[in-house]
């Protein structure tokens, strides 16, 4: 593989460099350096239970978008393009492991923040109250809800990028993530605990 200086294309955006990468695999190189952190928090975020496995899909995802990078149209985004590889290396993955990741404490408050803030009713989430709980409901969402919520709430995607990501209409991205928000707030209300906390 070609050597890149360090700093050499620090400029260039994404779509030029996979443009690039395409002639010179150096190049490739700065496209990892920029996403492998992004990729791999990700990853873990998505379901995958062990960091080890997480960087084992994470190389997979390098080396098929390496191997497709002559498919990628530079007019579109590359972000959401790596992304949607990373989302289908990581679901096949999970559909042979039964082991998921619960989301950890402060994932959890940052989506149940963003919700609420999107929702404009502070009540709605309120993550002071039985915080564990309602995690505890995020993580038993079919696995399509806690692809949109990850993606909009922790990776703060757009409905675009995400229809990208998943390869479904933004129509249907918005379907899912309402649906996801209204099923958090059933299981809320029919929680005894939950309901009579947020009553108060």
């Known amino acids: 593989m070609n050597t890149v200086p360090q700093k050499q294309y620090t400029n260039d955006s994404d779509e030029l460099l996979a443009e690039k990468a395409r002639d010179d ?27 080890e496995d997480a960087e084992e899909i994470l190389q997979e995802t390098f080396v ?11 007019t579109l985004k590359f972000s959401s393009w790596i992304y949607r590889i990373a989302h289908n290396e990581a679901v096949s993955r ?20 963003k919700i609420a803030d999107e929702a404009h009713s502070e009540e709605y989430l309120d993550k002071t109250i039985a915080a564990d709980e309602i995690r505890r409901i ?5 696995q399509k809800y806690r692809d949109v919520l ?15 990501i998943l390869k479904k209409p933004p129509g249907t991205v918005a ?8 099923k958090l707030k059933k299981e809320v209300e029919h929680n005894p605990l939950l309901s009579s906390s947020w009553n108060q």
């Open 25 to 51: 695999e150096g190049v490739y190189a700065r496209i990892i350096e920029r996403y492998e952190k992004k990729l791999l928090r990700y990853i873990l975020r998505i379901g995958v239970f062990t960091k």
């Open 64 to 74: 098929k978008a390496y191997e497709n990078i002559e498919d990628f149209d530079p």
């Open 94 to 113: 999970i559909r042979h492991d039964a082991a998921r990741k619960i989301l950890s404490q402060e994932e959890f408050d940052e989506i149940a923040e």
């Open 138 to 142: 995020i993580d038993t969402l079919d």
């Open 150 to 164: 990850v993606l909009r709430f922790l990776e703060d995607k757009d409905y675009g990028e995400i229809s990208d």
């Open 175 to 182: 379907t899912l993530l309402n649906r996801a928000k209204d």
